[in-house]
């Protein structure tokens, strides 16, 4: 009794530092979004004497006329919901086939889509440039400084994560349901959107926010495809004109940081209990 106790002591000390380590990052940027640049230079630890400053800022970021980070918030808000989106439908149809047809083509499919997730995208970078180049110019498909392309490139990187996570999860789902509704007169078809569909909610959810996150906070992937000054443009990418190479303007740069973090937490507070219930589903069964 009294080591376990003491194991929960330990886990709950741990759990309060880790949640110092990832939580005073994000109360810089918010006190120092409440601040001018002359006082975040002079001491970025202090904390704003009028918190007006950030309605100030906040405006300033979105009427910033080089920025346009109202576009650039549209922008990654098409892309994340499309990639998204297309994300959840194509990797649940996969991963339910790949879960129950039990084959070797099936094995070979399902470990090919794991041994993908350890390549890295820097390896893989310079090629899908190139590949795109040459299909925008042999076949007229803009895949460069166009939605299509981006998007098409973010199917491909999170495909293998999120059919991995709903394998796992496929497989606490009864066959006999499913059974059950083909004896019924469902077609295949019906079966996956009206019988199993409903049932991945959990995991649906966390793939939502574990791909959502990443492709929202992507810089590297919309810097190649999209590149800088085009109309299309993420937030990440707006947030980076604030970056000079003699100046560096901290209060827009931390309040645009603050202001493309919040759909985002919004989002993981809402969401946080179905997202937890279904990665440890997805890992346990």
Not at 122 to 148: D, E, N, R
Not at 155 to 175: R, T
Not at 251 to 264: G, K, V, Y
Request: glycine share 6%; aromatic share 12%.
């Amino acid at each position: 009794m009294k080591k376990s106790k003491a194991v929960r002591w330990f886990v709950e000390i741990i759990t309060f530092f880790l949640m110092l380590l990832f939580g005073i990052p994000i109360f810089i940027v918010f006190i120092n979004a409440a601040k001018s640049n002359l006082m975040i230079n002079a001491d970025p630890i202090a904390l704003p004497e009028n918190l007006s400053v950030l309605v100030a800022n906040i405006v300033k970021v979105w009427e910033h006329p080089n920025i346009r980070f109202p576009t650039s918030l549209l922008s990654s808000v098409v892309i994340t919901v499309l990639s998204v989106g297309l994300l959840v439908i194509i990797s649940s149809m996969a991963a339910w086939v790949l879960c129950r047809k039990k084959s070797r083509l099936s094995t070979v499919l399902f470990l090919l889509f794991v041994g993908t997730m350890i390549v890295p995208f820097q390896v893989v970078m310079l090629p899908l440039v190139s590949w795109f180049s040459t299909i925008q110019a042999k076949l007229g498909i803009p895949m460069l400084k166009s939605y299509q392309g981006i998007i098409f490139a973010y199917m491909g990187f999170g495909v293998p994560l999120s059919v991995f996570l709903f394998h796992g999860f496929i497989k606490s789902v009864p066959l006999e349901l499913e059974e059950a509704a083909t004896i019924d007169g469902c077609s295949r078809g019906m079966v996956f959107f009206r019988i199993v569909l409903p049932i991945l909610k959990p995991i649906i959810v966390t793939v939502i926010v574990l791909n959502g996150l990443w492709i929202w906070n992507d810089y590297l992937l919309p810097l190649i495809l999209l590149g800088l000054g085009n109309p299309i443009q993420t937030v990440p990418l707006s947030v980076s004109n604030f970056v000079g190479s003699f100046l560096k303007k901290w209060d827009l740069i931390l309040t645009s940081n603050l202001m493309a973090m919040a759909p985002m937490l919004i989002l993981f507070v809402f969401v946080q209990k179905y997202m937890l219930k279904g990665m440890v589903d997805g890992a346990v069964k």
